[in-house]
């Protein structure tokens, strides 16, 4: 759905779809209309998934019901679907999917909690995804789906709560001034021994961190580095941190050096 008119408040028709869409984020909770001559009020069940497109952004309310996915313009021409697309077949694939395998999706969803680590309103609008990564990662053998949709949840609800960086984005940062500390210049460090440094600061396993991608990701979100300061030998990954830049992002975000 396109909201180019959601911020127009002259527009009669945007104030219903704001109830509607504000009402319809959760199941249980209907919107009440005024149905006939004789106005009888009468229930409508609205909750389903959406997806909303808006430039300007959401009113706090439906931002808080929703999880955001941020989009850049793109400076690139992006392929366009042939004339003669049909998304039918797809979608006649996932109508059998979930008729199959509703069980074990529900499974996931409702009697498995260890699954679901959040709550109150990031429960909510992660739980459905959080059983159907669980699902496609032990069924269709995806690997690490479930730790990448767990850990973009938890990230999610910190940024909701006003924390900037994660536990583990905090330690990467804290790991790169130790490997630096009293260097002025660019310094190559390899994943695996940032991962295990990470993991000393977290208290956990270096065996149970995960494979070293998310290294990358942390890194470039928190833009330490770029392709060109990154080389890949036999024994993994290495980036050029420079010790300076390390400095002022734990400076921006208020993190304190081990």
Avoid at 3 to 25: A, E, F, T, V
Avoid at 162 to 189: C, F, H, M, N, P
Wanted: aromatic share 6%; proline share 5%.
């Amino acid at each position: 759905m396109l909201l180019q008119r959601y911020h127009n408040p002259k527009d009669p028709g945007m104030q219903q779809i704001r109830q509607l869409l504000n009402s319809g984020y959760k199941q249980g909770m209907p919107a009440i209309r005024l149905i006939g001559e004789d106005m009888k009020p009468q229930a409508f069940d609205v909750y389903s998934p959406k997806i909303l497109a808006a430039i300007a952004g959401l009113e706090d309310i439906l931002a808080s019901r929703c999880i955001a996915i941020p989009m850049r313009r793109t400076d690139k021409k992006m392929p366009s679907f042939p004339p003669d697309f049909d998304g039918a077949g797809l979608r006649h694939q996932l109508y059998t999917l979930a008729l199959t395998h509703f069980r074990t999706v529900y499974t996931n969803y409702s009697e498995r909690p260890a699954l679901h680590t959040l709550h109150n309103r990031s429960g909510e609008l992660w739980s459905p995804l959080v059983a159907l990564a669980a699902f496609f990662e032990e069924q269709g053998g995806v690997s690490a789906l479930l730790e990448a949709i767990a850990t973009t949840a938890e990230l999610d609800e910190q940024i909701s709560e006003g924390k900037a960086l994660s536990d583990r984005e905090e330690a990467v940062l804290q790991a790169l001034e130790l490997l630096t500390r009293g260097r002025s210049q660019l310094t190559w460090i390899k994943a695996n021994d940032l991962r295990e440094r990470v993991a000393r600061l977290l208290g956990q396993a270096s065996d149970r961190m995960g494979d070293g991608q998310w290294i990358g990701h942390i890194i470039k979100r928190l833009h330490l580095a770029n392709e060109g300061r990154r080389k890949r030998a036999n024994d993994g990954i290495t980036y050029a941190i420079q010790p300076d830049e390390v400095l002022d992002m734990m400076r921006r975000y208020d993190v304190l050096p081990v």
